[in-house]
């Protein structure tokens, strides 16, 4: 069964950064592709980053603040998020995707999901 866990939101100031971490397990860790999504109050959920052993994927909007490293011993990926901004609150989820590139992925969504963790920017 493919069990995905994420960790590391909390209440971060603007400006701040924070580091997230989805940890996986029950599947082969190097065959998928692991991505972030996020999803705010009332808005639709939104791509954020995807990796996987041969391809990579930041949303355009993101990039220069947003980080994605995988630690394959560890099955964990990791969301480095840095200068944070209050639009940058979310419930941000960890996904898991087979066979697919991550612009796919960032675009309709994965196969399967974490709970989320939530994430709060103050101004």
């Known amino acids: 069964e493919v069990q995905l866990m994420e960790s590391g939101g909390g209440l971060v100031q603007a400006g701040g950064s924070l580091r997230l971490s989805c940890v996986a397990s029950?599947?082969?860790?190097?065959?998928?592709?692991i991505g972030w999504f996020r999803q705010a109050p009332g808005k639709e959920r939104e791509g954020v980053s995807c990796?996987?052993?041969?391809?990579?994927s930041i949303a355009d909007s993101l990039k220069g603040r947003f980080a994605i490293v995988s630690d394959n011993v560890k099955n964990t990926v990791y969301l480095q998020m840095n200068s944070l901004k209050p639009e940058d609150t979310a419930v941000y989820f960890c996904?898991?995707?087979?066979?697919?590139?991550?612009?796919?992925?960032?675009?309709?969504?994965?196969?399967?999901w974490g709970k989320g963790t939530l994430v709060t920017v103050s101004s």
């Open positions: 990796i996987s052993r041969s391809d990579g």
């Open positions: 029950g599947f082969t860790f190097d065959d998928y592709a």
């Open positions: 996904a898991a995707g087979l066979g697919r590139p991550c612009s796919h992925y960032l675009h309709y969504g994965m196969d399967a």
